[in-house]
């Protein structure tokens, strides 16, 4: 059965309540264990089936945000879905009351119980207002990403496909595509600051009716965060500012070189080579092919699922307009299918998000006979999967960049290396956020530049005055949706960089590994995984600075002047 044919019908909410409630009746009363695992399994079938038509409106209005069948039916599920969580919340507090909770343990493992406490924290049926309004929020911050159509030379273009000419190999090009895109922004910025300045309010008025002092423990608890605190992420991000940003800096200045500029700006970031960035030789359906070739060689077990997401036709990666931006993957359970979201635009960044999302589908597609908590892992594990794809990737990356490989390697690797800074700026500046939700607009923007010239001290906007206030942040859509996510990005970098060293070291033995934790799914926390996996803890002290070290030697022993 191919997508298209994929079957939406929009739930009937009274009689799934119904169901839902007559299972959880029979958990957590005088009922034997095998009543209660049964009731369980039953729970669990039900969110499977309300999971599948939520993730296929989903789907459907992020390809097309004009459909308006989509767009109703995504309205439904933002306004039904928090009223649907009080029933989470009575699964947990049955199942975490049980007589039977050890043998229950036993059956579904720990971790479920330990995050079902944790959730217990983060709901109570008084705060459904706040989240409808938070879903209402996030929906409209993503349609008015979706609006922007940028007129530039003598084309009209959405911001995705605004990104080779922020890559142009002519520098005016570049710049004047800097000042196009912002204008989207600085038109916008009203909007922006307004759904941004309700988010944050409703988001700390659900953390006070919840017992917090603010957002931030509950945006920890919201993601199932049982291992580490906001200290342990402070002494991280004060690894990657002592031991990354020299070498970011250093990274820039030979950029600089290359680039034959004495004083970059914010618009020559983007371009790395004179000769132009490395791209894939091929268009769309071409990648894909060599994609296919690439799993097909790798495992078995790559190649089982890479022609599964062809042959349903799982992949939905031109940008087109009216789409939504960014790439993504999510799973939908009732077809057992992982599903890939992408903008190609001609840049290396296609066979980035290729890559980086068929290794979220590929560990969903390996760990989905899990039940549904553990499916997944949390967010910062799950991206130990995407990224360390991208590096798994690498003996076949030839084939999609030719006599751009060496280029590509070398910029992927410093790339990644790069993105570390920023990504933990972006964590910076949503702790003090919510730890002064009253800040005004213009404050949020004046602390994001200041977190910049700590974190990016390389990064001058030049005459993009609407960018030095301190506004490039409106563009992170993670900031809006999901407070608090970011940091899972370089936690899971510095995990997948072990990957790189182990691969580059024994092929065989990386892939075995990688392999076996894909099919752990979520049943470990972030550090269980982590320590199965037999990679070092991001948190402790030293940590960065070993990982560093062979990436440095790679990146020194290339001669990027030629490049």
């Known amino acids: 059965?191919?997508?298209?044919?994929?079957?939406?019908?929009?739930?009937?909410?009274?009689?799934?309540?119904?169901?839902?409630?007559?299972?959880?009746?029979?958990?957590s009363t005088d009922q034997d264990l095998q009543t209660e695992i049964q009731a369980v399994h039953k729970v669990f079938a039900i969110n499977d089936k309300l999971n599948t038509m939520g993730?296929?409106?989903?789907?459907?209005?992020?390809?097309?945000t004009t459909d308006e069948f989509y767009e109703k039916e995504q309205e439904f599920f933002d306004e039904n879905t928090p009223h649907l969580r009080q029933y989470e919340h009575q699964f947990n507090e049955k199942i975490l009351a049980s007589k039977n909770r050890?043998?229950?343990?036993?059956?579904?493992?720990?971790?479920?119980?330990?995050?079902?406490?944790?959730?217990?924290?983060?709901?109570?049926?008084?705060?459904?207002?706040?989240?409808?309004?938070?879903?209402?929020?996030?929906?409209?911050?993503?349609?008015?990403?979706?609006?922007?159509?940028?007129?530039?030379?003598?084309?009209?273009?959405?911001?995705?496909q605004m990104t080779p000419f922020i890559q142009d190999k002519d520098r005016e090009t570049r710049h004047q595509a800097q000042l196009a895109v912002s204008k989207f922004f600085a038109d916008n910025e009203s909007q922006f600051d307004r759904i941004y300045d309700d988010m944050v309010k409703v988001r700390h008025e659900m953390a006070e009716k919840l017992g917090y002092e603010n957002f931030i423990q509950l945006g920890y608890d919201r993601f199932g965060r049982t291992d580490y605190t906001a200290e342990d992420v402070k002494n991280y991000r004060d690894q990657i500012y002592s031991d990354i940003v020299p070498l970011v800096t250093e990274l820039t200045e030979r950029k600089a070189k290359r680039l034959n500029i004495e004083n970059p700006k914010s618009y020559d970031l983007a371009l790395s080579f004179l000769s132009g960035n490395p791209t894939p030789k091929g268009n769309r359906e071409w990648q894909v092919s060599i994609a296919k070739n690439m799993y097909d060689e790798m495992s078995p077990e790559t190649s089982e699922f890479f022609n599964f997401m062809l042959d349903r036709e799982l992949l939905d990666l031109d940008s087109k307009s009216g789409k939504q931006g960014g790439g993504y993957c999510?799973?939908?359970?009732?077809?057992?299918?992982?599903?890939?979201?992408?903008?190609?635009?001609?840049?290396?960044?296609?066979?980035?998000?290729?890559?980086?999302?068929?290794?979220?589908?590929?560990?969903?597609?390996?760990?989905?006979?899990?039940?549904?908590?553990?499916?997944?892992?949390?967010?910062?594990?799950?991206?130990?999967?995407?990224?360390?794809?991208?590096?798994?990737a690498w003996p076949w990356i030839d084939q999609?960049?030719?006599?751009?490989?060496?280029?590509?390697?070398?910029?992927?690797?410093?790339?990644?290396?790069?993105?570390?800074?920023?990504?933990?700026?972006?964590?910076e500046f949503q702790h003090h956020i919510y730890e002064k939700p009253e800040l005004s607009p213009d404050e949020r923007k004046a602390l994001w530049r200041k977190l910049e010239k700590k974190y990016m001290p390389f990064k001058d906007y030049g005459d993009d005055a609407f960018m030095e206030k301190g506004t490039f942040w409106f563009r992170q859509g993670h900031i809006f949706h999901a407070p608090f996510y970011y940091i899972d990005y370089t936690l899971a970098q510095i995990c997948a960089f072990q990957y790189w060293i182990k691969h580059q070291e024994n092929r065989e033995e990386a892939l075995k590994s990688y392999l076996n934790l894909c099919r752990l799914g979520g049943s470990k926390s972030f550090l269980g995984l982590v320590e199965v996996a037999k990679l070092k803890n991001p948190f402790i002290k030293g940590t960065v600075k070993e990982i560093v070290k062979p990436i440095r030697a790679y990146l020194d022993s290339v001669d990027d002047t030629k490049l």
């Open 1 to 27: 059965m191919k997508f298209n044919d994929y079957k939406y019908e929009r739930p009937n909410l009274d009689e799934i309540k119904k169901e839902i409630e007559e299972q959880l009746n029979l958990i």
């Open 55 to 64: 993730t296929l409106v989903s789907i459907r209005n992020s390809v097309d």
């Open 102 to 160: 050890k043998e229950l343990e036993k059956e579904f493992g720990e971790l479920i119980f330990l995050r079902g406490e944790l959730a217990q924290k983060t709901f109570k049926p008084e705060i459904i207002p706040e989240m409808q309004k938070e879903n209402k929020l996030t929906t409209e911050y993503g349609k008015l990403i979706a609006s922007a159509k940028i007129e530039f030379q003598g084309g009209t273009y959405n911001l995705s």
């Open 330 to 392: 999510t799973y939908i359970p009732e077809y057992r299918s992982p599903f890939i979201f992408a903008n190609f635009n001609g840049t290396s960044h296609d066979v980035d998000v290729l890559t980086h999302e068929a290794g979220h589908a590929f560990q969903v597609y390996q760990s989905r006979d899990q039940i549904p908590e553990y499916r997944w892992p949390t967010m910062e594990a799950a991206e130990i999967h995407s990224m360390s794809m991208e590096f798994l």
């Open 400 to 427: 999609f960049f030719k006599e751009d490989t060496k280029k590509y390697k070398f910029n992927h690797l410093a790339g990644a290396v790069s993105f570390l800074p920023y990504g933990v700026l972006v964590d």
